[in-house]
Structure formats: structure tokens, C-alpha cells
């Protein structure tokens, strides 16, 4: 099948054959009809497979054949990142090229009056976080009343970033008769609960296993004690000659830190996280894709909507607190069918995370050791402190944003953190 059989207009093929896009991937082959279908759909795809196409292609084809010339917004794109925004909308400008139809991006982060401006001129698709959107909203610069399509890029992780406050303000106020389209990379119980509230007799499409990682990645397990984490970061990226690599943490202090010491170690690295400036994200995203730096330690939210084709080394410095997360982390690397390699460095204490890591992917992990890395075995873990119990508690704090001595006090640091997406 090649996208021609698919019903897209001369446009739209015109666009996708100038990208180089011969056949369509599985999750585009099978959502792009139900979509044009005007089917509400839940759609299961792994990161890197070609899922926004497989919205923005017949939500495009849709509003070209509309009838309303009116320049007003017809389709809603909720991403749940500034830099998975800014992907998608930059996909959607290059499908659109050989159309009139216009589209307006809206996160935080950065001043909304250019926003307003934009919008205010008329467009027919709006790409947004939740945050801004709802600031929108409540200032009246966005109308969402003639809205027919809405779409959930990365569902999941918007309910795993606590955006569903701000879900249910949204949906308060766009008309309950339309089609909407839920994407995720993972699916479990808190997915299907939303599912029931947002759409109505969906098409359920998966076109993997569901939960599971790129089938090009190869993934390793190195067994290492926490102190030596840095040195042997640093170490297979220099002795490999390791050019572009993608290293998760669970902090932002942690990001800034380790980047830091490996500049010392003589790897060009760089951070990214919620706490810099849009414009020191895109600059040091800027950088990473063009090659001056060798190395970028992202967190998980800083990294969503990081794309970059030949990418083929991921760390997992360290593993996510949110099994899911894993998932998305290595999925940055084997896109687009290419191979890539997703390496987890896993201290004594973390073994916890690994279980629950391997229940999501349904598969045990073989842990290794490198030589001359190989951890302490007298090196014992103090029992309180390490309780599994205890550590699940502290975690789910930390990634929530929350203070173990002041869980009011955390909540709303974690509210404005999110208003800023």
C-alpha cells in the first residue's frame, strides 16, 4: 500500500512524497481511514513510528474538504510538553505546505502576546499544552466553539504530568459533539478510565504488543555502583567515540549536575529541563542536533517531543520512577525503523525500578557487568532508608513534585510547573 490508496488529496501526497515518505506505517495505514471515517479512535503506538502523520494527514485532508472558509479553529492538538508541541506543529506546517490551511502553536513558558496575535488572525488548527490553553481560554483570546476534531498526543503522559484538572476545564468548554482521537505509547487503567469520559464508540487500533519498546532497540543493563555511574558515562561515550547521546535523570538538579562534571571529563554535554528558558532548551536542542555537543541530559518532560531521526545511543542514567517513562526514554533512539541502543545504569538500590520496568515490557532485562566497572558487592544499602516501601513513598513525592514535610506546599510548586508547559 503506498499513501495514494489512503484517499489524500493531490496536495497532501504532493507534500509527503517532498519529504521522502514512500509507504505508510502501520499505525498511519490503519488510523488514517477510521479518521477519515469521522470515527473516534485509542491508538496505541510507540514513539518513533510515525503517529503524528497518522493524525495530522486526514485532520488536514478534513478541513480542506470542509465547506467553512472562515478562518476558525476546527482541530485542537493537545500535546503534553512545549517541545512535543513545537514537533507536531512543525509536522503539521510541512504536510500543510501546498495547502491554504494555517495553523498556531500556544505553550508556556514564553509571552503570550504573540500567541493572541497569531491566533487572532485566524487559523484552522491549534497545537497546545494544557496550561497556556486554559490561560487562553479564560483571558477569551481562543474560541474552541466551532471545534470538531480534538486530539490527546501522548495521553498517558499528560495524566502522568497531572494535567487532568485542566483536561476536564478544557473539555468544559469545546462542543460535546465531536470526533476525538487518543494517542498514546502506553496503555493502562487510568488511559481507558479517560477514554470512556472522551470518546465516543472508539476504534481501538494497536499495531504492537501493547507497552512494549521499539523493536530495533537494543537494550542493556550495566550493573554499577551509584558513585561510578558518572565515570562510566563518560567512559562509553569517549571509548566508543559515541557522538550523540541522549542521557535521562529523574532531577533537573541532577541534570545540570551531571552535565557539568562530564565537561570536566572532556565530553562536550549540555542539560535541558523545565527550569531554563525556552530559548536555552531550544538552543541546547539546537545544538545537539547539529553536533556541538556531544551529550544532552535531559529530564523526562524536558525530553518529550525530542526527535532526531539518526539518534542511536540513549542512557538511562538513571531509571524513571514512572515505569512507563521507560518506554518513551528509549524510544528516542531506533526511529523510523532505524537501530539504536539503549544502555540502563542500575545501582544497588534501583532494583525496585528495574522490576517495574520489566513488568511494563513484559520481559526480564539481562543485567551485566563492564569490565573494570564492576560494583562493590560489601557495599550494603542501609536497610531503612531502602526499604522498598519507603523508597516508592519518597518517589512518588519526588515525581510528583511533592515535599515529604509539606504535601500542600508541593502540590502547588507542581500546579505552576505545569501551567508553565
Known sequence: MDFSSLALNKNLLKSIAEQGYQQPTPIQEQAIPVILARKDIMAGAQTGTGKTAAFALPILQLINDSSCEKKVIKALILTPTRELAQQVHKSIETYAKFTEIRSALAYGGVSIKPQIA???AGVDILVATPGRLLD????????LSELEILVFDEADRMLDMGFKDEIDNILKRIPVSRQTLLFSATFDEAIFKLSKTLLNEPQLIEVNQRNTAAAEVEQIVYNVDEDRKRELTSHLI???NWRQVLIF????????????EMCKDGIKTQSIHGDKSQGARDKAL???KEGKTRALVATDVAARGIDILNLQYVINYELPYIAE???HRIGRTGRA????LAISLLSPSEEWLLEAVEKVVDSRLLQQWLPGYEP?????????RNSRGGQKKRARKHALGEKTTSKNKGKSTNKHERRNR
Do not use: E, M, W
Open 376 to 384: 562493590d558487592l560489601t557495599k550494603q544499602p542501609k536497610s531503612d
Open 136 to 143: 487562553h481560554l479564560i483571558n477569551g483570546s481562543v474560541s
Open 325 to 327: 517513562d521507560y518506554i
Open 286 to 288: 539546537a545544538d545537539f
Open 118 to 120: 497569531q491566533i487572532s
Open 249 to 260: 535523570t529523574r532531577t533537573k538538579q541532577g541534570a545540570d549536575a551531571l552535565a557539568k
Open 238 to 240: 569517549g571509548a566508543r
Open 337 to 340: 525503523g532505524n537501530k539504536g
